[in-house]
């Protein structure tokens, strides 16, 4: 039986060990971030948390590397958009 | 509360600060070993956490891995540790760690450090579309995680470390549309003397080239992805014939169609706590910064030991042999650390490196695939055409000026990606040749958060203590 | 090549300023550095021109003409992100807050700009600012500016003029007829001129000391914490009170008070510490601890965010914290522009239009007297 996580309301089935990142490639997703500055898509690019591409809000925490994140039942996990602290701006 | 003590700390769980570990644990010290991952074998023996066997059959050297973890079990082991920088003080080194949010502190007399490496990359148009991985990104993918990058791949770069990653890809069902050598690893033939004192290390690379026949998948040299294609993600690639300096053959483009490609260029060590600590450093023959190490695997910093690819990328068995070595030394044990045997196996794995370079090295010619907006630093997002306009107009002249001009590096991967490439781009523009100390100043080996920063007191992880 | 005029060691700010207005005074000016373009303390800087944290004296007018110039040559250069976006300086306890409404007032009577901010309206300014402060004092004529870009700029209009930039070129002693200096020596061949302008940032000892003269200019390192970027979380530069009086003490131990601002690129700054340490390349974790904590102290939405890089720099720091600017008189043909610690991005402006007054033979706008090299006996 496997496990499930929330991305942006869908539900995500992982094994157990599996990132957060490995779980969306594995049912098709390939980006989950637009950049800052040109608004490009990004997903996993180095896998081993030396890139930063894969950054993703997890659990209300912007900029988590997904590549490196284990994904746990129940987590909730969002796509971001630029900087990712979008709360901040007044 | 008191910091936990040990007669050595141990950076890295891989083969390098795996073997550290044991030989440390064997001389009789006390021993830390610290990882980020919540597994040990670091990038070459990856594997999802607790199952190793899952993935047993992509593995080389499994049995040497056992050993290894068995023999390093006495040590206090520290897992999802992620250290983010090392202090000297008088006789002694502060290991400072995150885990679960609070700061660890590890104290110690001697360290081992054995950070590893990760790929090489260079820019080509369409390089940061999703669905293009490092090749180590869809080898992680697949051992740790048990996840195909894609369904119909290219794999691409230089290197023997391209055939591994095609060979389980294929081996788990993915179409491997070609495995693209921009090099003529032919240049091995010639290179016989130093290659023929560890050939176990060629009958590796056939037992990769058997699996790649056995799947049809394609080896062709002196071949590169130059460009790939898509809007949101990558949906094919052009690759093209190369010349010996890799500009590309006209007339030879071709586009394939692939949902996933991966590609690597080499290795750069991870030198950012050797840097933290003031340990030298000099430019390898791959290009790469890496640390001098005496005989002893010892640094320029008395008591920083260091083994692997940050003393220079050579692979997984010359890791384990300099992390026995430096293991014992840093235990205490200089005169038993080293036999003369271990001696003339290091050097010929380093000869066998050196020639592994030599034949895999980057030719100049790649900067000719870029265009003008090709994006260089992924994380700020800056273009070659900037890069090149800070040393025509504003009076970069290399790596480091470059960067502070254009913020190519100055982002979240501080460099780490485009660094190199960063480099070579200014060097060529400026008419002077690439020099990787550029590259080199002390910094943080990771993010940090103030708050946890801010938090005088550091907080202890009194479970693992001895 | 024709012989230069002028020969400026260093292409940083300071080197930069002193080549552009030399050029334009009508000189031929080379500039020689052994690095690239502001590849020492300018590129570790985080580009302050500030009037704000000088008592009166004269750095303040020399702060005050260079403020005038710098926002003359974005007008005239462009390109160096010139951001006129004022300072603010807080204060956290009574004390503090005595102390600085004692400085406005003397500043305001030297000619500053500058406005009281009681603590219900700090907001406005900066609307994450933690709301235990007692109030602040707001100085519109601060600004900011990328360093590298402006040296870079700087030096590239001055080549549009008929300057030289040679970079990589390393002087290894200066050509001597006597006291007097006649050019420089480098890696490259000799260089002769009737003027030698020594621009070389912390090694301007070293350079002085190539024509038998004492000037000493020492490093006192400075860390800069960098986040993550972030929206325009921080709008103005703000600083603690307490700043001023760590900038104008002279202990060598280390001393801390925080100073954050924003880019436009996103990051957000921290600084400020001191310390004498020498050339001391390696990471002070105490040093980052205590920028941190303080950081909060004034932005306490900073907890959450990520620190990505922290570095270095040496700020050329003079015995008595005044720049070292003119002629010296015990070597003839020589001339300093150094030793503006902290302050030279923002003093740079000025010390290069005196700097090339001098040169020119004509009269100075401002009295160099206190800045003259050979005071330190």
């Known amino acids: 039986m496997m496990d499930i996580f929330i991305f942006d309301g869908r539900r995500i089935e992982f094994r157990p060990g599996q990132s957060v990142g490995a779980a969306l490639v594995n049912v098709g997703m390939r980006s989950w971030r637009r950049t800052r500055l040109t608004g490009r898509p990004r997903g996993i690019f180095c896998g081993i948390g030396v890139c930063f591409d894969c950054l993703v809000e997890i659990d209300g925490t912007p900029n988590q590397r997904a590549c490196l994140i284990p994904a746990r039942a129940g987590m909730v996990v969002r796509r971001q958009e630029g900087d990712g602290h979008g709360h901040l701006t007044v | 509360m008191a910091t936990s003590r040990y007669d050595v700390a141990v950076i890295g769980a891989g083969p390098g600060g795996l073997a550290g570990a044991a030989a440390a644990v064997r001389a009789g010290a006390s021993v830390a070993l610290i990882d980020s991952a919540s597994q040990p074998g670091g990038q070459y023996w990856r594997h999802p956490s607790g199952d190793y066997a899952a993935v047993a059959d992509l593995h080389q050297g499994t049995a040497a891995y056992r050993s290894l973890v068995r023999r390093a079990a006495p040590a206090a082991w520290f897992l999802q540790h992620q250290v983010w920088t090392i202090e000297r003080e008088k006789n002694s080194f502060v290991v400072r760690a995150m885990a679960d949010g609070v700061e660890v502190e590890i104290a110690a007399a001697a360290l081992v450090l054995a950070p590893g490496a990760f790929d090489r990359q260079v820019p080509f148009p369409g390089w940061d579309l999703p669905g293009v991985y490092t090749a180590g990104g869809a080898q992680a993918l697949l051992k740790g995680h048990q996840v195909l990058a894609g369904r119909r791949i290219a794999v691409g770069g230089t290197g023997p470390f391209l055939l591994p990653v095609a060979a389980g890809l294929s081996a788990r069902g993915a179409e491997v549309v070609g495995v693209f050598e921009a090099n003529s690893p032919r240049r091995w033939v010639r290179q016989a003397r130093s290659v023929l004192p560890v050939v176990g290390k060629l009958a590796e690379g056939a037992g990769y080239a058997a699996t790649l026949l056995r799947h049809r998948v394609p080896y062709r040299v002196r071949h590169a992805v130059v460009a790939a294609h898509g809007t949101d993600s990558l949906a094919a690639v052009t690759v093209a014939r190369l010349d010996a300096h890799w500009r590309v053959i006209a007339g030879s483009e071709r586009v394939i169609d692939c949902d996933a490609i991966a590609v690597g260029w080499g290795f750069t060590p991870q030198l950012e706590l050797p840097l933290a600590l003031g340990c030298e450093t000099r430019a390898d023959v791959d290009g790469s910064l890496v640390v001098c190490v005496d005989d002893l695997q010892q640094s320029s910093v008395e008591s920083v030991y260091v083994a692997g690819e940050a003393c220079g990328v050579g692979g997984a068995q010359l890791a384990v042999l300099e992390g026995s070595i430096a293991g014992r030394a840093a235990a205490g044990d200089a005169a038993r650390a080293i036999s003369s045997r271990q001696r003339r196996r290091r050097r010929a794995l380093r000869a066998f490196a050196a020639v592994m370079h030599e034949v895999h090295s980057l030719r100049d010619g790649w900067q000719s695939w870029l265009s003008d907006d090709t994006v260089v630093c992924r994380c700020e997002e800056v273009p070659a055409r900037e890069i090149r306009a800070a040393v025509g107009e504003l009076g970069a002249l290399d790596a480091r000026s470059a960067k502070r001009f254009t913020r190519a590096g100055m982002g979240w991967c501080q460099g780490r990606v485009c660094g190199h490439s960063t480099g070579r781009i200014a060097a060529t523009a400026a008419g002077r040749s690439f020099d990787p100390l550029g590259l080199a100043g002390p910094s943080i080996a990771s993010p940090v958060p103030l708050g946890l920063l801010a938090r005088a007191q550091a907080a202890h992880h009194l479970t693992t203590e001895r | ?377």
């Open chain 3, 1 to 377: 090549m024709t012989r230069p005029d002028v020969v400026v060691i260093g292409a940083g700010i300071v080197g930069a300023a002193c080549a552009w207005f030399a050029t334009r005074a009508g000189l031929r000016v080379t500039v020689v550095d052994r690095g690239a373009v502001a590849g020492g303390t300018t590129g570790a800087g985080e580009g302050n021109l500030l009037v704000s944290d000088k008592p009166p004296g004269p750095e303040l007018q020399l702060a005050q003409l260079s403020a005038r110039l710098w926002s003359e040559l974005a007008q005239e250069i462009r390109g160096f992100e010139y951001e006129p976006k004022g300072g603010l300086v807080v204060a956290a306890t009574p004390a503090s807050l005595d102390g600085l409404v004692a400085l406005a007032e003397a500043q305001r009577r030297a000619g500053v700009d500058v406005r009281a901010v009681a603590s219900d309206e700090l907001a406005d300014y900066e609307p994450w600012l933690s709301r235990k402060l007692l109030g602040g004092a707001f100085y519109p004529q601060d600004a900011q500016v990328q360093p590298m870009l402006a040296a870079a700029r700087l030096l590239r209009s001055a080549r549009m003029a008929g300057a030289e930039v040679r970079l990589g070129v390393e002087v290894g002693a200066l050509l001597r007829d006597g006291d007097r200096v006649t050019g420089v020596r480098t890696g490259t061949g000799d260089i002769a001129a009737a003027a030698v302008v020594n621009a070389a940032g912390v090694w301007g000892g070293e350079i002085a000391g190539m024509a038998g003269v004492k000037v000493p200019i020492l490093p006192r390192r400075g860390f800069i914490l960098v986040t993550e970027p972030l929206p325009p979380v921080v709008r103005h530069k703000v600083y603690a009170a307490e700043y001023v009086a760590d900038v104008a003490s002279s202990g060598a131990g280390l001393q801390t008070s925080p100073v954050v601002e924003g880019t436009p690129s996103g990051p957000v700054l921290i600084g400020s510490s001191r310390e004498r340490v020498g050339f001391d390349r390696t990471l002070s974790v105490p040093v980052l601890r205590a920028l941190a904590a303080q950081a909060i102290e004034l932005f306490p939405v900073l907890a959450e965010v990520v620190m990505i890089r922290a570095y270095h720099g040496f700020r050329p720091y003079c015995p008595d914290h005044l720049p070292v600017i003119g002629a010296d008189p015990r070597a003839p043909g020589l001339l300093h522009a150094g030793g503006h610690e902290g302050a030279g991005i923002g003093l740079a402006a000025a010390t290069g239009l005196l700097v090339a007054q001098v040169l020119s033979g004509g009269a100075t706008d401002m009295d160099l007297s206190p800045f003259r090299p050979e005071r330190f006996g």
